[in-house]
């Protein structure tokens, strides 16, 4: 058995909220006053997010080893994913008295108008990622659902020649004609729900929720 197929074995398909969940009472919770009457319900509180990225982190870190990483972030729904990922990553790497060197670099797509996934997908950060030749990559983004975004980015990522390509995506909705195959690290598989916070906007409004 080769070390990816056992890694593949060993990771988790990530946390299933079934479609029946409805979440948490907002009374629960304090949030700002102006969003007030514009929220269902909290469905994911912030820490049971961060356990779920330590996770996500070590799994990571048993597949890469010692190797160097490049983060390449999804703008702008993948920043607080990412920023916690990365730091969760470092970590555990110095508690294990591991030497891995990160670097990340950013890059943006739109494919969203109001809260509706749109035919037109357009690549707006940078479009020169040479530096990813020959190296270990791992794209970050918030949210996965038909899966067309993330197959333009690889298919994109791959003309760089890296020499390994891993996916993180903290949310996997289960939607009609989603996408065929998981990322590599998962942390929640989701209804067909639109989500905002954690820097999941509607109309660039609700990313600062936590």
């Given at each position: 058995?080769?070390?990816?197929?056992?890694?593949d074995?060993r990771?988790?398909?990530?946390?299933?909220?079934?479609d029946?969940?409805?979440?948490?009472?907002?009374?629960?919770?304090?949030?700002?006053?102006?969003?007030?009457?514009?929220?269902?319900?909290?469905?994911?509180?912030?820490?049971?997010?961060?356990?779920?990225?330590?996770?996500?982190?070590?799994?990571?870190?048993?597949?890469?080893?010692?190797?160097?990483?490049?983060?390449?972030?999804?703008?702008?729904?993948?920043?607080?994913?990412?920023?916690?990922?990365?730091?969760?990553?470092?970590?555990?790497?110095?508690?294990?008295?591991?030497?891995?060197?990160?670097?990340?670099?950013?890059?943006?797509?739109?494919?969203?108008?109001?809260?509706?996934?749109?035919?037109?997908?357009?690549?707006?950060?940078?479009?020169?990622?040479?530096?990813?030749?020959?190296?270990?990559?791992?794209?970050?983004?918030?949210?996965?659902?038909?899966?067309?975004?993330?197959r333009?980015?690889?298919?994109?990522?791959?003309?760089?020649?890296?020499?390994?390509?891993?996916?993180?995506?903290?949310?996997?909705k289960?939607?009609?004609?989603?996408?065929?195959?998981?990322?590599?690290?998962?942390?929640?598989?989701?209804?067909?729900?639109?989500?905002?916070?954690?820097?999941?906007?509607?109309?660039?409004?609700?990313?600062?929720?936590?």
């Open positions: 058995m080769t070390t990816d197929m056992a890694a074995q990771k988790e398909p990530g946390v299933v909220i079934k029946g969940w409805s979440g948490y009472s907002l009374e629960l919770f304090n949030y700002p006053e102006h969003y007030q009457g514009d929220l269902e319900c909290v469905y994911i509180p912030h820490g049971v997010i961060m356990n779920r990225i330590e996770c996500l982190a070590r799994d990571i870190l048993e597949d890469i080893g010692h190797h160097d990483l490049m983060v390449l972030c999804v703008l702008k729904g993948g920043y607080k994913f990412c920023s916690d990922l990365v730091e969760s990553i470092k970590a555990q790497s110095r508690s294990a008295n591991r030497r891995l060197t990160t670097r990340v670099e950013f890059i943006r797509f739109k494919s969203y108008l109001n809260d509706q996934s749109t035919e037109d997908l357009h690549i707006i950060g940078p479009d020169d990622l040479s530096m990813l030749k020959g190296k270990n990559v791992l794209i970050v983004e918030a949210i996965v659902d038909t899966g067309k975004t993330m333009a980015l690889l298919q994109h990522v791959e003309t760089f020649q890296p020499k390994m390509v891993k996916v993180a995506g903290l949310l996997v289960r939607v009609p004609h989603g996408a065929a195959e998981l990322p590599d690290y998962v942390g929640f598989v989701i209804p067909n729900r639109f989500v905002v916070g954690y820097a999941l906007d509607y109309n660039e409004y609700f990313r600062d929720l936590n």
